[in-house]
């Protein structure tokens, strides 16, 4: 099972991005998907989480300026990024529990990471 992220790039404060996170592989079923990010020097932080029944949750500094969302049909999540701010530059994971096979474990499995710059 793999986690592939995309959608990262170059923007400008104020500006919007979109980014998305697909599970291959060997997929029976997802638990919770979640996106962390990392900036040169911090660690790396969770900033959104979605259950597999849709509970949402966001870090203070993302709140009502991210949006969190899965397309359960398609094995994807998304982090829908609006008025991004310089201090939102960082590499951006996703991270998933997914379980291969009815009554296997969960796995715990992280996306290779994509970059998000802001700049004036």
């Known amino acids: 099972v793999q986690l592939q992220a995309s959608g990262g790039g170059l923007v400008q404060p104020g500006g919007s991005l979109r980014l998305s996170c697909v599970a291959s592989?060997?997929?029976?079923?997802?638990?919770?998907m979640q996106w962390y990010r990392q900036a040169p020097g911090n660690q790396r932080e969770l900033i959104a989480a979605m259950t597999s029944g849709g509970g949402t949750h966001y870090d203070d500094s993302v709140k009502e300026r991210f949006t969190i969302s899965r397309d359960y049909a398609k094995n994807t999540v998304y982090l829908q990024m609006n008025t991004l701010k310089p201090e939102d530059t960082a590499v951006y994971y996703c991270?998933?529990?997914?379980?291969?096979?009815?009554?296997?474990?969960?796995?715990?499995?992280w996306g290779q990471g994509t970059q998000v710059t802001v700049f004036s």
């Open positions: 991270n998933a529990q997914i379980r291969k096979v009815n009554g296997g474990r969960l796995y715990d499995i």
């Open positions: 592989g060997r997929v029976f079923h997802i638990s919770g």
